[in-house]
């Protein structure tokens, strides 16, 4: 093998009219079926807990012996492998009086599970990751132990990247907005905000965000994942106590850590739970001394991006300001995707930004962009802005990245452009309920609340995710499959990115071929639990795509 | 029967014989009905005839194990074991008295909110972007505005992002690609510009492979607790900055430090440790790593590399270097410390982090290494695998700064001399080492300036020891509001220095900015003088003198 074609090759496109292109990244509506105005949900859909559909048991034991198999291999493949192929397994073996990088034990899911099925991660790609993604060809070979790469590329349709809003663009309001600032700031910013990095756009951009989101000050941060890993630390120490919902993301558990503060979680949306769990806390107070702690903050977020649902904020407001406690939302999958105006949960509930004390939202998702922010009352943020460490000690936000921010929000509420921001939003609610419906229809289980933009379809077996994945992959689609650890150990699934870029059309073809999938994976094994009329739903494809197109802009197939 | 199980010869109260004998009728009867059965019964029989209390404890075990699986884990769990016994209407009076501290430390009043929050009035709002030789910029909500001054606080070192040549690159990728990539790199986020970055990386700096992160001060926080875990052996440098710090708080295995470059506080260390470690008789070597920055971020030194690697392969640990200030910088071509010292990279770190934010001129960091740690960061390290991509352009840009690093080092040059220009410039004036030590090498564009010990003890009442000791004292106590007088005065009085050079000459220095509360180890406030390759020796060399002068008359007039 040519030692070329072992490394991804730089695959240009080739050269398209301005017209192509443009439908590529962002297709054009024929009509206006593909158009939903979502309204804040009343205080009697906000507190509904979802109902959870679940697969029969034969489906949950077959998945658990697919997994013993699994492991069983693994460790025969290990034993073997440790003894007789010795420098192949130099990864997990002590060498030359140097310990492994990493233990047998604890890579074993890396090792002998993942890597069965890396085939599916981690697809290098190229272009503008839009209504269509170019994927980059590759060949596995020894079970993916190792790729080549032909520099051939495939075009797929985009139900991967978290493009919500579709301002993943190659040209446009926010591509000129970016190419102006490479021309009057560069690419770098120079240094920390503190010592030199400020500008005049960042001082901009904060502001608009502020105002976006409903609160007095913000401050943005250059990586999503550091705004939380990094955030903790400036005002809570092990004197405080942290009450988190079990799926928060990494990177609020990092943060956590890192504060020191003490940690207590609740089971998922289980608002009943949480506040037993806040009344015991208080009486409690901290371990051993007894002494009441400091201050305690509620983590949620306000969409889970592997389950689709929703944090119920009126209660958790209402619980924050009966018991004192403060109320941390990151907003990082639900900004800009949802709401009637693109504000986030606050918006979906009626609540009032005010009533939470810190937002907390990025930039990669809705707005096409990087990084991202903490928005607070201005005496708050005031002392973050010294406090934190990412303004002090790490690169802000470069100008380019800044523009696109400012480009797309001004889009979002109609400053450039106007119209086009309500047409984003108003084709994303169609499309997350429109698929949302049709899966459900079709018999697949589906996770999540109406308007998620994140579609979460279950998969169970570990097998079926490779299989998913490649066959969607023939039929030109592209979808990120998802398993432990991201999600609980049975309940793999596909997680169907929605983006505004979509039409109707390319939904249709989405249901068609997941359609057909299904059937030949077996999965659609929806009880009719959680559907609207308790029944089993099977429909005929056809069927689903004359009806469901009118009938997901009803809200009442979304209530069970 | 049951005179059979149990021996008369014990004297056991009639009723445990009674009921024990039921018991066992019970069982009996219920095991006889399930298939094979009387496989257990057989033994039961057996073991009790032979020892009684055997089957006893059996049972007891049994028993406990029936209860130990019933009982809810949790509620045991923690240190909140002693909890009171409280009514209702006791619970509820003490949730009702319960009083939050504030979110952050609130402003007491406008006097004091002026008084405290002055940092935040001296931070520079820069119009034209902070990377410009010359930058115009107001401050404190643009009450002061100063136009055309030096910037002598940029770390883009190279200025090489900053040529028409690299932004055409930068154009062409957001023509193309856009500027999010939308999605982390497990799911379709990494586009072929990122692999082509990070193969230019790799072949660039000579290991095998490299790995992209969104920031490069979350880079080392993820990647050193991805490859530790308890039992594991770090020893690190006393003097490393708050990235590293926060990776070794975030590592969840044992810290040692050694003194501040002093290779011999490293080699006694580490002999003790192997001394330790033959004793306690592992069952398998820990990994075991010594950590250390390239050019130190918080004083502008070099670590010694050629002892650092004879001592790492002398006593088997990994070698952990933090380059983001010297890659680009060091060596004859900027690649960095090994090449300082005519060493490769591949044999001598084992982990590299760097930073594309600095010397690079674009955003993001990277973590340089053997395939093996590159791959397991892909699923195990968290910054990695838990955020978005790059965007394309920033990857676009590093690749062109490397092509034209590669073909040419003049830049690189240029600003090793500027750097050593600089350097002796300071160190020459005899009258400003009377008040400032230069902590850093002659081959950092950064330069350090701290107050003397001797200047500072006088003038503001503390050292570095009780400075440390009393941030030590208050961090335990978990105090919200940490703030120390004197570290204040120092910092205020640096700040009047970095005012006074820029208003009497238009050029801007800055401050060393840290988070007193946040570090961990020893610090003192610094100046900090960049140079940059974009600027000629005649303009630093000026501004170095407007510098020095101001600094001696403003300490000889205070």
């Known amino acids: ?560 | 029967m049951s005179e059979r199980i149990i021996p008369t010869a014990i004297p056991i109260p009639a009723a445990i014989v009674r009921s024990s004998s039921a018991a066992w009728f019970y069982l009996n009867q219920g095991l006889n009905a399930v298939p094979g059965g009387h496989h257990v019964l057989n033994y039961i029989e057996k073991s009790s005839h032979d020892d009684p209390y055997r089957t006893a404890i059996e049972a007891g075990l049994i028993l406990y194990g029936i209860y130990y699986y019933l009982s809810k884990p949790q509620r045991k769990r923690g240190l909140q074991a002693n909890r009171p016994n409280l009514t209702e209407r006791e619970k509820d009076a003490l949730i009702d008295e319960w009083e939050p501290e504030p979110l952050v430390v609130p402003p007491v009043n406008d006097h004091e909110t002026a008084e405290r929050y002055w940092r935040l009035a001296k931070i520079p709002v820069v119009e034209n972007g902070g990377i410009a030789t010359y930058i115009d910029f107001t401050r404190n909500n643009r009450q002061e505005s100063f136009e055309h001054v030096l910037n002598l606080a940029s770390n883009n070192f190279l200025t090489l992002s900053q040529t028409e040549e690299v932004l055409d690159v930068a154009r062409d990728t957001i023509n193309n690609y856009g500027v999010g990539a939308c999605g982390p790199a497990g799911f379709y986020g990494n586009q072929d510009v990122h692999y082509n970055c990070e193969y230019m990386l790799s072949d660039f700096f000579g290991t095998d492979a490299c790995c992209l992160y969104g920031q490069d001060f979350a880079v080392a926080s993820s990647v050193v607790p991805a490859f530790t875990k308890r039992g594991d052996v770090i020893v690190a440098d006393d003097k490393v900055s708050l990235a590293v710090q926060n990776a070794l708080q975030l590592a969840r295995c044992t810290v040692y430090y050694f003194q501040h470059n002093n290779m011999e506080s490293l080699d006694e260390l580490l002999q003790q440790l192997n001394e330790q470690e033959k004793k306690e008789k592992l069952p398998a070597i820990p990994r075991k790593f010594i950590v250390t920055e390239g050019l130190f971020h918080n004083s502008g030194d070099i670590a010694p590399l050629p002892e650092l690697v004879d001592l790492k392969n002398k006593y088997k640990y990994r070698l952990f270097v933090d380059e983001t200030m010297s890659l680009g910088v060091l060596g004859a071509t900027g690649r960095g410390l090994p090449e300082h010292f005519g060493l490769e990279r591949a044999s001598s770190i084992d982990i590299t982090v760097g930073s594309m934010a600095t010397a690079f001129g674009s955003s993001g960091g990277f973590v340089l290494g053997d395939k093996y740690m590159s791959n397991y960061q892909h699923i195990g390290s968290n910054a990695y695998c838990f955020s978005a991509s790059l965007p394309g352009y920033t990857t676009t840009v590093v690749s062109k700064c490397l092509q034209i690093m590669d073909a040419d080092n003049s830049q690189v040059k240029h600003l090793q001399e500027l750097s050593r220009k600089m350097f002796y410039f300071f160190t020459s004036r005899v009258k400003l080492n009377e008040y400032f030590t230069l902590t850093s090498s002659e081959f950092s564009p950064v330069l350090h300036l701290e107050l003397k010990e001797a200047v500072r003890a006088k003038r503001f009442g503390y050292t570095r020891d009780t400075l440390f000791a009393e941030l030590h004292k208050l961090q335990g106590r978990k105090v919200s509001d940490v703030c120390i007088d004197p570290y204040e005065a120092e910092e205020m009085f640096l700040q009047q220095l970095v005012d006074d050079v820029l208003v009497s000459h238009n050029v801007l220095i800055s401050r060393h900015t840290i988070v007193l509360k946040q570090e961990t180890l020893p610090i003192v406030p610094s100046l900090r003088i960049s140079c940059t390759a974009g600027m000629t020796e005649e303009e630093l060399l000026g501004a170095c003198e407007n510098i020095a002068t101001t600094l001696v008359q403003r300490c000889e007039s205070a």
């Open chain 1, 1 to 560: 093998m040519p030692e070329d074609e072992l490394r991804v090759p730089m695959c240009r496109a080739e050269p398209m009219d301005a017209r192509t292109k443009r439908e590529n990244e962002y297709g054009t509506a024929l009509d206006d079926t593909g158009l939903y105005q979502v309204s804040t949900m009343d205080a009697q859909m906000a507190d509904r807990k979802p109902i959870i559909d679940a697969p029969p048991y034969y489906i949950v034991t077959l998945t658990y012996i697919n997994y013993l198999i699994l492991i069983i291999l693994g460790h025969i493949h290990d034993f073997f492998g440790m003894r007789f192929q010795k420098r192949r397994h130099r990864d997990i073996v002590e060498f030359d009086g140097y310990a492994p990088w990493y233990s047998k034990f604890e890579s074993f899911y890396v090792r002998r599970l993942k890597t069965r099925i890396d085939e599916c991660f981690s697809r290098p790609t190229t272009g503008v990751p839009g209504r269509f993604i170019t994927c980059v060809d590759r060949v596995s070979h020894n079970y993916n132990e190792w790729y080549s790469y032909p520099g051939t590329t495939t075009t797929c349709l985009n139900l991967s990247s978290y493009n919500y809003l579709g301002f993943a663009e190659s040209e446009g309001a926010c591509t000129s907005a970016a190419l102006e600032t490479v021309n009057k700031y560069g690419v770098n910013a120079g240094g920390p905000r503190s010592q030199i990095g400020t500008t005049e756009l960042q001082v901009r951009t904060e502001r608009m965000v502020a105002d976006f989101v409903g609160k007095e000050d913000a401050l943005v941060v250059s990586m999503g994942y550091s705004t939380n890993a990094n955030f903790f630390n400036a005002f809570l120490d092990s004197r405080c106590l942290v009450i988190s919902d079990e799926l928060n993301h990494t990177s609020i558990r990092t943060g956590v850590r890192l504060s020191g503060a003490a940690v207590r979680t609740f089971k998922h949306g289980d608002m009943d739970l949480l506040e037993k769990l806040i009344r015991e806390q208080i009486v409690l107070g901290q371990p051993k001394t007894n002494r009441p702690w400091k201050k305690i903050l509620i983590c949620v977020e306000g969409l889970y991006s592997m389950e689709g649902t929703l944090a119920n904020l009126p209660r958790l407001v209402e619980l924050k300001k009966k018991y004192k406690c403060y109320l941390f939302v990151d907003e990082a999958h639900s900004i800009g995707a949802m709401g009637p105006t693109g504000r986030g949960v606050c918006e979906v509930f009626g609540v009032d930004p005010k009533d939470i004390d810190i937002l907390m939202g990025t930039f990669t998702k809705s707005f096409g962009a990087a990084g991202g922010y903490i928005a607070c009352d201005k005496w708050i943020i005031d002392r973050l802005r010294l406090d934190m460490t990412t303004p002090n000690y790490s690169e802000p936000t470069p100008p380019p990245v800044l523009a696109q921010i400012c480009a797309s929000l001004q889009t979002i509420i109609g400053e450039i452009n106007p119209g086009e921001g309500t047409e984003r939003l108003q084709r994303i609610a169609f499309n997350s309920r429109y698929l949302r419906l049709g899966l459900q229809r079709l018999g697949f289980i589906v996770y999540g609340n109406a308007d998620s933009p994140v579609i979460p379809m279950l998969l169970y077996c570990p097998s079926k995710m490779p299989a998913f994945s490649k066959m969607m992959l023939q039929r030109k689609i592209a979808v990120v499959v998802v398993a432990y650890p991201a999600t609980p150990l049975i309940e793999s699934r596909v997680r169907f990115c929605m983006s505004s870029s979509l039409t109707k059309e390319d939904i249709d073809y989405l249901l068609r071929h997941v359609s057909e999938v299904g059937d030949k994976l077996f999965l659609k094994l929806n009880s009719g639990k959680s559907s609207y009329d308790n029944s089993v739903q099977r429909w005929d494809i056809e069927e689903v795509i004359r009806r469901t197109p009118e009938d997901c802009k009803d809200n009442k197939y979304f209530i069970n």
